[in-house]
Structure formats: structure tokens, C-alpha cells
DNA sequence: ACCTGAACACCGTTCAAGT
DNA sequence: ACCTGAACACCGTTCAAGT
């Protein structure tokens, strides 16, 4: 949503968004690629990258801001388009996809639930997640008992596995799990799922 | 368990285990505590340090081996001792406050459930588990749908949460929801909780 | 065999000087 | 205001020389 961005003279917002794009390409390459050769790679200085990211996490968090804005903005969509439960659950596809093609969006909200200065993108992703679980609740799909947080925990294995071995079944399987734990009925988890 | 710690000379040994004491305290004051330092502390080259461990996570595992180790040995001790679903809170007790005191502990567990090379620690832990969950199965405590690995990921909230926050009620009730999940009646489950 | 420790390439971070 | 980029302290890692 509107992330609040203070407005930047227009050449300190240029420099920024190609520092993000930038650092997106890199971090896909490699994670751990470093700070100055991004900044080298956007024409930038390693100072003017400093002063828009005081730290890597908070550089990171910025390369998958838009996607988990997009996340929070498909939550509604969903609610408007489909059952209650059935957004839920291609809410958690699309969480799981992010979380898989690019696996660092794992590590910023790992560190956002923990951290304090990332708590601007864990809120709105909680949100998101609150609306999915309030419609499922109204509707009588789930119980009440787990909060969004709690829900946002228990799937965090969507989110952080990598693309590694065959985790895919697992995750479709451990999100049945906590799904039916939350109440859905074994038939509708199972026929949701394609 | 025996380690199979290939026999080495005895000032390696020595090395070895003075290296990982040094760390383990290097670590519990800073847990991005360079290696150099380490091996300074530690009385002895960095090429020695990197001779035992080839990278940071084999010097964090081997910290926290003797932790993981004792996790492994305790999980049939509870068996004896208590019925088995009282065995299985007990032992997630544990490694909850393992993961709590020295949250090292949740990094190198979850680097170990990724990376192909620590398999060696993740391994014992995975049979331990797989004891408990054996046993609670054989009792009809739990269902069966949910193996060792899987009951590892659902509860990695214990292992890998911080001391931040009043988590503690909330870990404690999502692990009273994983349990009913599996199958454990609502009474069993919160008698067993103090 | 194993260890030392200087050396290397590179890291994150700062800050005086520019525009 | 904002940026540059040289500079600093420090990082992980290597490897010739020692024992």
C-alpha cells in the first residue's frame, strides 16, 4: 500500500529505485553479494547506497517490498473473487511461490518477525493475513483459537523452505495439516487443493 | 551418540576442543563473532581453526553439538520414565529452552534441515524425534499422517524463536496445536502442561 | 602431521570534498 | 541536499615456512 516514501529530490528517488532493481538482480545471482558491488553495479556510490539502506536488511527488505506488497493487495482481491477458504489457500500458494523462486524474501520476514525496524512490513503482511483468517472464521470454515500471527508462524515453512529436495508435497501436506487443525473439514481442504 | 571422531593427534585434539570451548563463549557474547578473533582467543593460527572447521556453520554446529547431542540421548531416557505423549512435551520443553538460552541453536538447526553437510547433526535429531513420535503412535496418543521430519518443521517455532516477546504462551499454545492436530485428545494434552 | 601467522582480496562503513 | 569515492578497520581464507 502507500508506504508512506518521504518525498526524495527526484535524483535521490532515481538513485534509489535503480539501487533496489539493482540489488534485486544481484540478490537473485547471488545472496550474498555484497553491498559495494551493488552500489558499483547501480553507478552509484557505496555512500549514497548507505544513506538509502543503513543496513543489508533493510536493502533486502526493499527488494521484496513490492512483492509482498502485491501479496497484501491480492489478499482482498481474493476475498472479493472467491470463497473465504479457497482465498486462504491460493493465498498460501502464492506465499509459497514467492517464498520458492526468490527464497531471500524468506530471510526478510524471518527477520522482520523478530526484528523491530522491519515491523512496517511484517504489519501489513499480518493484515493481510487477519483478513483471510476473519472471512474463514465468519463463514464457519475455521475455528477462532489461531490469530494471524499464529497462522503466520505455523506456515512460516512455506515461506523459508528453498526449492531444495521435494519439500513441495511436504508443504501442501503440513498446510492441510494446520488447516484441518484450524478446523476446516477434511473435504474441503482436500478438494480446494488442485 | 559416539560421534566417530576419527582419532587425531593429541595437540589437535586438544586444539579441537579448546577451539570449540572459546567459541562457544566468543558466541554466546556476540554471535557474529569473527573467526580470526576466535582463533586468537583460542591461542592458535586461523589456518588451524580453519583446518577444523572449513566454514562458520561446522565451528557453530560443533558448539552446539554437545546440546544436540544431549537433546538425542534424553529422548529415550523420557521414554523410559513417562508415558509417551508426557515423554514427547517434555523432550519439545527442551529444545524449546535450548533454542531459548542459546538461540545459536535455532541457526544451526535450521542450516541443518537446508545444507547437505551438517546432515550429520540433523540425523540424530530426526531419529530422536522419530523415537517420540514412535512411541506416542504405538500408545494411540497421535494419529500416524505426520512423520519425524514434518512434527521438526511444525514445531521449528520452538527451536528457532527468540527470547523476544512474551512468545512463550504462544509457543506453548501453538504446540498444544500441533498436538491436538496429530490427534492428541484436548485433555491430554493440557494436563501435561504446568 | 599439524601448526603458525603474515599476506591477500574483499567486506561494510565513514566522511571530506565536490555539485 | 545529495552524491562520490578514497580510505579505514576488519573480515574470511590461503599457504609457505616452521616443528
New interface residues.
Given amino acids: 500500500m502507500s508506504s508512506v516514501e518521504a518525498k526524495l529530490r527526484s535524483d535521490a528517488q532515481a538513485n534509489r529505485d535503480r539501487l533496489v532493481e539493482v540489488a534485486r538482480e544481484a540478490l537473485a545471482v547471488d545472496p550474498a553479494a555484497s553491498l559495494n558491488s551493488i552500489a558499483k553495479a547501480a553507478g552509484v556510490g557505496a555512500g549514497t547506497l548507505y544513506r538509502h539502506f543503513p543496513n543489508r536488511d533493510l536493502l533486502v527488505v526493499a527488494v521484496y517490498r513490492k512483492e509482498i506488497d502485491d501479496l497484501v493487495a491480492l489478499a482482498p482481491r481474493l476475498l472479493a473473487k472467491h470463497p473465504p477458504l479457497q482465498a486462504l489457500l491460493r493465498w498460501c500458494d502464492r506465499l509459497a511461490k514467492a517464498g520458492k523462486t526468490k527464497h531471500g524474501i524468506g530471510a526478510a520476514l524471518a527477520a522482520a518477525v523478530?526484528e523491530e525496524d522491519v515491523q512496517a512490513t511484517y504489519g501489513p503482511m499480518l493484515a493481510a493475513t487477519g483478513q483471510l483468517i476473519s472471512a474463514c472464521r465468519a463463514s464457519g470454515d475455521i475455528r477462532a483459537?489461531?490469530d494471524a500471527?499464529?497462522f503466520l508462524?505455523?506456515v512460516?515453512?512455506l515461506w523459508k523452505s528453498?526449492p531444495?529436495s521435494a519439500g513441495d508435497t511436504?508443504g501442501r501436506?503440513?498446510l492441510a495439516?494446520?488447516l484441518?487443525?484450524m478446523g476446516a473439514s477434511d473435504e474441503a481442504v482436500r478438494e480446494q487443493f488442485p
Fill in positions: 523478530t483459537e489461531i500471527q499464529d508462524i505455523l512460516s515453512f528453498r531444495d511436504r501436506r503440513l495439516f494446520v484441518r487443525g
